[in-house]
């Protein structure tokens, strides 16, 4: 069964530093991987996906993701954060073959220090 | 309009009480799918559908039932609503030929 970890509930990150966050997942097959970013009191936004080729992936928002197969993760990183980026993150892993279901790791939240 | 909506967006209920949650699409996709959200757990999935007559259970379907009434809608029932059914429900869409779930903002749910 396919699953996914993110190891940081909360992370507390000053404006204008750099933010990473971290995920590991478990699948059998090559995986589709995907940040979604939840803001308060809104629905999940998707940041970016990951399905073949280039293992670098750029998002919205300034955000990119690299793909390790090797450590079988998917980091989310941002060079420079602003208050706006103050959210909850998921990273999430599907296939087609399972029909585009995806599981969710359990989230990180973020908080933005002035 | 939302390209997927959800109603109602905040309910609050009593134990042993009926709730359905109601979700629309107008992205014309054929699947649809049912997540429930609980702080530290991420979104679990409760069930799915491909198509009007396709309806699958996912990882947490106890106590939960859906009704796939056309393309576009796809609403989630609580027969006899418990608190630890508290929480915030999404409703998703995705098209077959793609691997993207596009979500509505979500419904809140309070179980008393």
């Known amino acids: 069964a396919q699953s996914v970890t993110q190891p940081d509930i909360h992370i507390t990150v000053s404006e204008g530093a750099s933010l990473e966050l971290r995920c590991n997942y478990s699948y059998g097959a090559t995986p589709y991987l995907f940040w979604y970013v939840q803001s308060p009191g809104q629905g999940l936004q998707l940041l970016l996906k990951y399905f073949s080729g280039d293992t670098l992936v750029q998002g919205i928002k300034g955000f990119e993701a690299e793909f390790k197969r090797s450590q079988s993760s998917f980091n989310l990183r941002k060079p420079s954060v602003h208050w706006s980026d103050a959210a909850e993150y998921f990273c999430?892993?599907?296939?087609?073959?399972?029909?585009?279901?995806?599981?969710f790791g359990g989230g990180t939240r973020v908080l933005v220090k002035p | 309009d939302a390209d997927v909506t959800q109603t109602p967006r905040n309910r609050i209920t009593k134990t042993g009480k009926r709730i359905m949650l109601e979700c629309s699409q107008t992205k014309g996709h054929d699947r649809m799918y049912w997540y429930r959200q609980d702080p530290g757990l991420g979104l679990r999935l409760i069930y799915y559908?491909?198509?009007?007559?396709?309806?699958n259970k996912g990882e947490i379907s106890d106590g939960y039932s859906v009704s796939r009434q056309a393309q576009a809608k796809f609403s989630l029932s609580l027969e006899s609503a418990i608190p630890n059914q508290t929480a915030l429900y999404f409703c998703a869409t995705g098209d077959s030929g793609a691997n993207v779930l596009t979500f509505g903002a979500g419904s809140r749910l309070t179980v008393l």
């Open positions: 999430a892993v599907g296939a087609r073959a399972a029909g585009n279901k995806l599981t």
């Open positions: 559908s491909f198509d009007v007559k396709d309806i």
